[in-house]
Protein backbone atom coordinates (compact mmCIF):
# COMPACT_ATOMS: atom_id res chain seq x y z
CA UNK A 1 0.00 0.00 0.00
CA UNK A 2 2.83 2.30 0.76
CA UNK A 3 4.56 1.58 -2.09
CA UNK A 4 1.56 2.46 -4.65
CA UNK A 5 0.79 5.56 -2.20
CA UNK A 6 4.89 6.59 -3.15
CA UNK A 7 4.18 5.78 -6.48
CA UNK A 8 1.31 8.09 -7.10
CA UNK A 9 3.01 10.86 -5.38
CA UNK A 10 5.78 10.68 -7.89
CA UNK A 11 3.34 10.41 -10.58
CA UNK A 12 1.78 13.73 -8.97
CA UNK A 13 5.33 15.50 -8.81
CA UNK A 14 6.13 14.58 -12.29
CA UNK A 15 3.04 16.10 -14.01
CA UNK A 16 3.08 19.35 -12.09
CA UNK A 17 6.68 19.38 -13.85
CA UNK A 18 5.45 18.55 -16.76
CA UNK A 19 2.78 21.31 -16.42
CA UNK A 20 5.13 24.26 -15.50
CA UNK A 21 7.50 23.65 -17.98
CA UNK A 22 5.13 23.64 -20.70
CA UNK A 23 4.50 27.67 -19.20
CA UNK A 24 1.06 25.92 -18.16
CA UNK A 25 -0.86 26.11 -14.76
CA UNK A 26 -3.54 23.83 -13.11
CA UNK A 27 -6.28 25.63 -13.96
CA UNK A 28 -5.47 25.45 -17.97
CA UNK A 29 -4.05 29.27 -17.90
CA UNK A 30 -0.46 29.81 -19.66
CA UNK A 31 1.88 30.98 -16.73
CA UNK A 32 3.26 34.00 -19.19
CA UNK A 33 6.12 35.92 -18.34
CA UNK A 34 7.25 39.53 -19.54
CA UNK A 35 9.52 38.19 -21.74
CA UNK A 36 7.59 35.60 -23.99
CA UNK A 37 5.96 38.96 -24.96
CA UNK A 38 6.41 40.61 -27.80
CA UNK A 39 5.08 44.26 -26.66
CA UNK A 40 6.40 46.07 -30.24
CA UNK A 41 3.86 43.50 -31.78
CA UNK A 42 1.03 44.07 -29.05
CA UNK A 43 1.69 47.92 -29.58
CA UNK A 44 1.12 47.90 -33.54
CA UNK A 45 -1.96 45.57 -31.89
CA UNK A 46 -3.17 48.55 -29.88
CA UNK A 47 -2.72 51.26 -32.23
CA UNK A 48 -5.12 49.32 -34.52
CA UNK A 49 -7.60 48.35 -31.91
CA UNK A 50 -7.83 51.62 -30.28
CA UNK A 51 -9.84 52.71 -33.24
CA UNK A 52 -10.92 49.60 -35.11
CA UNK A 53 -12.16 47.11 -31.75
CA UNK A 54 -15.91 46.30 -32.43
CA UNK A 55 -18.06 45.76 -29.26
CA UNK A 56 -21.22 47.16 -27.49
CA UNK A 57 -22.18 49.13 -24.40
CA UNK A 58 -25.30 51.53 -24.54
CA UNK A 59 -24.67 51.58 -28.41
CA UNK A 60 -22.07 50.26 -31.10
CA UNK A 61 -18.74 50.92 -30.40
CA UNK A 62 -15.90 51.25 -32.58
CA UNK A 63 -12.49 50.92 -31.12
CA UNK A 64 -12.29 51.97 -27.09
CA UNK A 65 -10.07 55.72 -27.89
CA UNK A 66 -12.37 57.61 -26.20
CA UNK A 67 -11.20 55.44 -22.95
CA UNK A 68 -7.75 56.13 -23.55
CA UNK A 69 -6.91 58.55 -20.19
CA UNK A 70 -8.89 56.35 -18.09
CA UNK A 71 -7.06 53.30 -19.16
CA UNK A 72 -3.64 55.16 -18.68
CA UNK A 73 -4.94 56.15 -15.08
CA UNK A 74 -5.89 52.62 -14.46
CA UNK A 75 -2.98 51.21 -15.28
CA UNK A 76 -0.80 53.66 -14.23
CA UNK A 77 0.91 54.79 -16.56
CA UNK A 78 1.15 57.57 -19.31
CA UNK A 79 3.00 55.64 -21.87
CA UNK A 80 0.95 56.72 -25.46
CA UNK A 81 -1.11 53.50 -26.87
CA UNK A 82 1.52 52.73 -29.86
CA UNK A 83 4.15 52.23 -27.57
CA UNK A 84 5.76 48.51 -26.21
CA UNK A 85 5.53 50.72 -22.36
CA UNK A 86 1.35 50.91 -22.86
CA UNK A 87 1.64 47.28 -23.45
CA UNK A 88 3.77 46.05 -20.70
CA UNK A 89 1.41 48.03 -18.32
CA UNK A 90 -1.75 46.29 -19.98
CA UNK A 91 0.30 43.64 -19.43
CA UNK A 92 1.04 43.70 -15.35
CA UNK A 93 -3.37 44.96 -15.14
CA UNK A 94 -3.77 41.46 -17.26
CA UNK A 95 -1.66 39.01 -15.14
CA UNK A 96 -3.47 41.18 -11.84
CA UNK A 97 -6.70 40.11 -13.21
CA UNK A 98 -5.75 36.65 -14.25
CA UNK A 99 -6.71 37.03 -17.40
CA UNK A 100 -4.71 36.19 -21.02
CA UNK A 101 -1.54 38.24 -19.82
CA UNK A 102 -0.54 39.49 -23.87
CA UNK A 103 -0.15 43.53 -23.12
CA UNK A 104 -3.13 43.76 -25.97
CA UNK A 105 -6.55 45.38 -25.18
CA UNK A 106 -9.00 42.89 -26.83
CA UNK A 107 -12.21 42.24 -25.76
CA UNK A 108 -11.48 40.14 -22.47
CA UNK A 109 -9.08 43.57 -21.32
CA UNK A 110 -11.77 46.19 -22.35
CA UNK A 111 -14.03 44.13 -20.49
CA UNK A 112 -12.19 43.69 -17.52
CA UNK A 113 -11.73 47.86 -17.27
CA UNK A 114 -15.32 48.83 -17.39
CA UNK A 115 -15.95 46.32 -14.69
CA UNK A 116 -13.60 47.87 -12.61
CA UNK A 117 -14.19 51.51 -13.32
CA UNK A 118 -18.55 50.46 -12.93
CA UNK A 119 -17.73 48.84 -9.79
CA UNK A 120 -16.49 51.52 -8.10
CA UNK A 121 -19.27 54.29 -8.89
CA UNK A 122 -22.39 55.33 -5.99
CA UNK A 123 -24.91 52.52 -5.17
CA UNK A 124 -27.06 51.54 -4.03
CA UNK A 125 -29.37 54.56 -5.88
CA UNK A 126 -30.77 55.67 -2.60
CA UNK A 127 -33.32 59.25 -3.01
CA UNK A 128 -31.84 61.71 -1.42
CA UNK A 129 -33.88 63.35 1.52
CA UNK A 130 -34.81 67.02 1.18
CA UNK A 131 -32.38 67.58 5.15
CA UNK A 132 -30.03 66.43 2.79
CA UNK A 133 -29.34 68.76 0.15
CA UNK A 134 -28.99 72.75 -0.17
CA UNK A 135 -29.65 75.75 -3.08
CA UNK A 136 -26.16 75.86 -4.15
CA UNK A 137 -25.68 79.44 -5.59
CA UNK A 138 -26.16 79.78 -9.37
CA UNK A 139 -22.38 80.57 -9.69
CA UNK A 140 -21.50 77.40 -9.61
CA UNK A 141 -23.49 76.32 -12.13
CA UNK A 142 -22.82 76.19 -16.14
CA UNK A 143 -25.85 77.83 -17.07
CA UNK A 144 -26.50 81.07 -15.36
CA UNK A 145 -30.27 80.92 -15.97
CA UNK A 146 -30.73 77.21 -14.62
CA UNK A 147 -34.38 76.97 -12.40
CA UNK A 148 -34.04 77.54 -8.99
CA UNK A 149 -35.22 73.99 -8.49
CA UNK A 150 -32.50 72.54 -10.51
CA UNK A 151 -30.13 74.24 -8.14
CA UNK A 152 -29.90 71.59 -4.81
CA UNK A 153 -27.13 69.09 -4.20
CA UNK A 154 -26.38 67.10 -1.54
CA UNK A 155 -24.52 68.79 1.17
CA UNK A 156 -20.94 66.69 1.67
CA UNK A 157 -21.09 66.28 -2.31
CA UNK A 158 -20.97 69.84 -2.70
CA UNK A 159 -18.40 70.58 0.45
CA UNK A 160 -15.81 67.89 -1.45
CA UNK A 161 -16.49 69.45 -5.38
CA UNK A 162 -15.42 73.27 -4.06
CA UNK A 163 -12.53 71.46 -2.35
CA UNK A 164 -11.87 69.91 -6.01
CA UNK A 165 -12.24 72.74 -7.76
CA UNK A 166 -10.26 74.96 -5.12
CA UNK A 167 -7.56 72.55 -6.01
CA UNK A 168 -8.08 73.03 -10.09
CA UNK A 169 -7.97 76.42 -9.68
CA UNK A 170 -4.49 76.21 -7.81
CA UNK A 171 -2.86 74.19 -10.64
CA UNK A 172 -1.88 77.02 -12.52
CA UNK A 173 -1.30 74.27 -15.95
CA UNK A 174 -5.16 74.72 -16.56
CA UNK A 175 -5.62 78.56 -16.41
CA UNK A 176 -9.13 78.14 -14.86
CA UNK A 177 -10.36 82.03 -14.59
CA UNK A 178 -11.67 83.70 -11.53
CA UNK A 179 -12.85 86.01 -9.30
CA UNK A 180 -11.43 88.38 -6.89
CA UNK A 181 -12.69 85.87 -3.82
CA UNK A 182 -10.74 82.96 -5.59
CA UNK A 183 -13.74 80.96 -6.91
CA UNK A 184 -14.59 80.25 -10.56
CA UNK A 185 -15.55 83.46 -12.54
CA UNK A 186 -18.62 84.25 -13.97
CA UNK A 187 -17.15 84.15 -17.39
CA UNK A 188 -15.31 80.35 -17.13
CA UNK A 189 -17.48 77.34 -18.29
CA UNK A 190 -14.99 74.43 -17.26
CA UNK A 191 -15.97 72.44 -14.40
CA UNK A 192 -18.74 74.69 -13.06
CA UNK A 193 -21.87 72.06 -12.56
CA UNK A 194 -24.36 71.38 -15.44
CA UNK A 195 -26.60 69.35 -13.89
CA UNK A 196 -27.12 68.00 -9.74
CA UNK A 197 -30.15 66.48 -7.54
CA UNK A 198 -32.95 65.41 -10.00
CA UNK A 199 -35.79 64.28 -8.19
CA UNK A 200 -37.66 61.00 -9.85
CA UNK A 201 -41.00 63.77 -10.42
CA UNK A 202 -38.49 65.57 -12.41
CA UNK A 203 -37.30 62.89 -14.39
CA UNK A 204 -40.75 61.94 -15.23
CA UNK A 205 -41.96 65.01 -16.17
CA UNK A 206 -38.97 64.74 -19.02
CA UNK A 207 -39.85 61.52 -19.95
CA UNK A 208 -43.39 63.05 -20.63
CA UNK A 209 -42.51 66.18 -22.17
CA UNK A 210 -39.09 64.92 -24.73
CA UNK A 211 -39.82 60.93 -25.38
CA UNK A 212 -36.71 61.24 -27.77
CA UNK A 213 -34.72 62.80 -24.74
CA UNK A 214 -31.29 61.66 -23.97
CA UNK A 215 -30.50 57.90 -21.67
CA UNK A 216 -29.79 60.70 -18.94
CA UNK A 217 -32.80 62.20 -18.81
CA UNK A 218 -34.99 59.33 -19.18
CA UNK A 219 -33.51 57.18 -16.23
CA UNK A 220 -35.60 55.28 -14.56
CA UNK A 221 -33.69 55.05 -11.39
CA UNK A 222 -30.94 57.82 -11.93
CA UNK A 223 -27.71 58.81 -9.69
CA UNK A 224 -28.75 62.03 -9.97
CA UNK A 225 -31.84 61.07 -7.33
CA UNK A 226 -29.16 60.81 -4.53
CA UNK A 227 -28.08 64.69 -5.06
CA UNK A 228 -24.45 63.02 -5.35
CA UNK A 229 -23.81 63.15 -8.71
CA UNK A 230 -22.35 65.96 -10.61
CA UNK A 231 -22.47 66.23 -14.04
CA UNK A 232 -19.54 69.07 -14.98
CA UNK A 233 -18.77 71.31 -17.87
CA UNK A 234 -15.28 69.40 -19.25
CA UNK A 235 -15.77 71.03 -22.91
CA UNK A 236 -17.91 70.62 -26.14
CA UNK A 237 -21.76 69.95 -25.69
CA UNK A 238 -22.06 69.77 -22.05
CA UNK A 239 -23.68 66.18 -22.32
CA UNK A 240 -24.29 64.81 -25.42
CA UNK A 241 -22.79 61.28 -25.82
CA UNK A 242 -21.87 61.14 -29.54
CA UNK A 243 -18.53 59.96 -30.10
CA UNK A 244 -17.37 62.84 -32.24
CA UNK A 245 -18.34 65.18 -28.92
CA UNK A 246 -16.64 62.81 -26.52
CA UNK A 247 -13.69 62.81 -28.76
CA UNK A 248 -13.51 66.61 -27.92
CA UNK A 249 -14.02 65.99 -24.31
CA UNK A 250 -11.50 63.12 -23.49
CA UNK A 251 -8.46 65.63 -24.32
CA UNK A 252 -9.66 69.11 -22.65
CA UNK A 253 -6.91 69.58 -19.50
CA UNK A 254 -9.98 69.82 -17.11
CA UNK A 255 -10.77 66.60 -18.17
CA UNK A 256 -7.49 64.70 -17.77
CA UNK A 257 -6.99 66.71 -14.52
CA UNK A 258 -9.90 65.21 -13.25
CA UNK A 259 -9.26 61.55 -14.12
CA UNK A 260 -5.73 62.08 -12.54
CA UNK A 261 -7.32 63.96 -9.32
CA UNK A 262 -10.80 63.66 -8.71
CA UNK A 263 -10.34 60.30 -6.98
CA UNK A 264 -8.62 62.41 -4.05
CA UNK A 265 -11.72 64.25 -3.13
CA UNK A 266 -13.83 61.36 -3.44
CA UNK A 267 -15.27 61.42 -6.91
CA UNK A 268 -15.40 58.52 -9.61
CA UNK A 269 -16.11 58.55 -12.81
CA UNK A 270 -19.40 57.38 -15.04
CA UNK A 271 -16.47 56.33 -18.26
CA UNK A 272 -19.29 56.46 -21.03
CA UNK A 273 -20.00 60.05 -19.76
CA UNK A 274 -16.77 62.20 -19.53
CA UNK A 275 -19.11 64.98 -17.22
CA UNK A 276 -20.45 62.64 -15.09
CA UNK A 277 -19.20 62.17 -11.77
CA UNK A 278 -20.00 60.47 -8.87
CA UNK A 279 -18.96 61.29 -4.92
CA UNK A 280 -18.76 57.76 -2.83
CA UNK A 281 -17.66 58.11 0.19
Given at each position: ????S?L??????????????N????S??RN?N????????????????????????????????????????T???????D????A?????W?K?????????????T??SF????????L?P????????????????F?D???????????K??????K?M?????????????????G?????E???K??????????????????P???R?????????F?G????????????TT??????????T???????????????????Y?P???????
Amino acid sequence: MKNKSHLLYISFCLLLFVFFQNGTTISGQRNINSQTVDFKKAAEKNKDLQNSLNWTFSKKQKGWYLYVPLIQYTINTEAKVDSPEFAKAVFEWQKQKQITSDGIISHKTLESFISYWQSRRLKPIVLANENQLLTADISNFYDPTRNVELLKVEKETFKAYKKMIAAAIADKSLSLKTDKAGNLSDEEQFLKMISTYRSPAYQAGLRKKEPNATRAQIAFKSPHFTGRALDIYVGGEPVTTKDFNRAIQIKTPVYKWLVKNAEKFGFYPYFYEPWHWEYVN
